[in-house]
């Protein structure tokens, strides 16, 4: 029962406080800066939950994860994941609560981020920094874009937490990958490569729904590319080497 508290006070907080930066800050520090913030904020949970869930707090993690190692059960894999989205659920009400406490549209009083306007053919608004589709950006793009960076992402957190990577830095890597991840996806759709983290604030931005199908099958996809592929180079170096 931790590892599943830890899973959804993790997702909680990677919520509140990654998009939270582009809620509350992003007009103030921009695409990089958010980017950093959700590095950052993933950084502080791997150190701190760790040790208690692996810090996946993420489904295309934890699916990364049951593909790979064999500790990992479907029992986990359902449990992480309904923590997960309850967890991300519980994350974005607080971020729509702080957003409704403040005074919000009036030039010159708070400037919210993580609005897009004009969303699809509906020319509607999303907020709380849903994943949808950035203005130009398509859906084949937006699909493409979620499975190649999610492949990078959990094939990092899977190498990192492998008995070849460096355990005491693998948060740091963890961490960097999401940020870098995050720069290059925001422009396209906010940056998924985790459904929990859409399926929250979609919650409270009902005009995402439309493109949610992306932002789970994209990273699922990646997850499983990058399952595969690591389970290819982990297997070949436990071959013995020919002298």
């Known amino acids: 029962m931790k590892k ?10 990677l919520i509140l406080l990654a998009c939270g930066s582009a809620v509350l800050a992003g007009p103030k520090i921009g695409v990089l800066g958010i980017g950093l913030c959700f590095g950052l904020v993933l950084l502080a949970l791997c150190y701190t939950i760790g040790g208690i869930s692996g810090c996946h707090v993420n489904p295309a993690v934890s699916l990364g994860v ?12 359902c449990g992480y994941i309904i923590a997960q989205l309850l967890g991300a659920a519980v994350g974005a009400a607080f971020l729509f609560w702080l957003m409704d406490f403040g005074l919000f549209g009036l030039d010159g009083i708070y400037q919210f981020g993580g609005i897009t306007e004009g969303i699809g053919y509906t020319g509607k608004t999303s907020w709380l920094a849903t994943n949808v589709l950035q203005p130009g950006a398509t859906w084949q793009m937006a699909l493409l874009s979620e499975c190649l960076l999610t492949f990078f992402f959990v094939f990092v957190v899977l190498g990192a937490t492998s008995k070849y990577g460096n355990s005491s830095a693998a948060g740091a890597a963890i961490g960097l990958a999401l940020g870098l991840v995050n720069i290059v996806g925001i422009p396209v759709d906010n940056c998924s490569v985790n459904p929990a983290r859409s399926f929250g604030p979609a ?9 949610f199908w992306i932002m789970v099958v994209g990273p699922l996809a990646g997850a499983v590319i990058a399952a595969i ?15």
């Open 66 to 77: 049951y593909l790979t190692d064999k500790n990992f059960s479907g029992k986990d894999l």
């Open 229 to 243: 592929v690591w389970k290819g180079i982990a297997s070949y170096r436990t071959q013995p080497v020919n002298e």
């Open 203 to 211: 919650i409270f931005g009902p005009n995402a729904w439309p493109d």
């Open 4 to 13: 599943y508290l830890a899973e959804f006070f993790g997702t909680m907080f």
